[in-house]
């Protein structure tokens, strides 16, 4: 096990070289954080069910290419099991991660919230949002020098 937060339990496989991770219902988030708006129009993060925790991960590889792949549902729609490669490399500078999110067409979103992670670490690019986007959550590849961001949550709305 490499470790868990509040989205998933995540291990390694190092025959394979691949993370895997574990999503349930069960846990605080759910199938994984997941941004919406409340009644007063206000931008909010809260618990995912599956499908929305499916559309998510595709939003996200469709944006932040990692390979990541979708390895299994439970017989009861009750855990997602996803799967990418094992990057080595350390976590990029604020700074360089900033770069890189402006080099490939991403702005930073001011959006209407209460939420100081929603206020500080949001990007837009067209009707895509990306909230989360921090140097914890991306590597900074030895392999090829490239940033892969990975657990950064989005959707789509404006």
């Known amino acids: 096990m490499i470790g868990g937060g509040g989205e998933a339990v995540v291990f390694g496989n190092s025959d394979e070289q691949q993370v895997i991770k574990l999503l349930g219902g069960?846990?605080?988030a759910g199938f994984g954080w997941m941004m919406d708006?409340?009644?007063e129009g206000m931008w909010v993060i809260r618990p995912g069910g599956l499908e929305e925790a499916l559309l998510r991960f595709q939003l996200m590889e469709g944006n932040f290419p990692t390979g990541l792949e979708l390895d299994g549902v439970g017989d009861d729609a009750d855990f997602l099991l996803l799967r990418?490669?094992?990057?080595?490399?350390?976590?990029p500078?604020?700074?360089e991660l900033n770069a890189w999110m402006r080099g490939r067409g991403w702005e930073p979103a001011n959006l209407p919230t209460r939420l100081e992670m929603?206020?500080?670490l949001s990007w837009r690019r067209g009707e895509v949002v990306a909230t989360d986007v921090r140097p914890e959550n991306a590597i900074l590849a030895e392999s090829d020098g490239e940033i892969?961001?990975?657990?950064i949550i989005v959707t789509r709305g404006g």
Do not use: H
Request: zero cysteines; aromatic letters at 12%; hydrophobic letters at 30%.
């Open 37 to 39: 708006r409340d009644p």
């Open 118 to 120: 929603l206020a500080e």
């Open 26 to 28: 069960d846990g605080k």
């Open 84 to 91: 990418q490669p094992f990057l080595v490399g350390g976590n």
């Open 93 to 95: 500078t604020e700074a």
């Open 148 to 151: 892969y961001p990975f657990d």
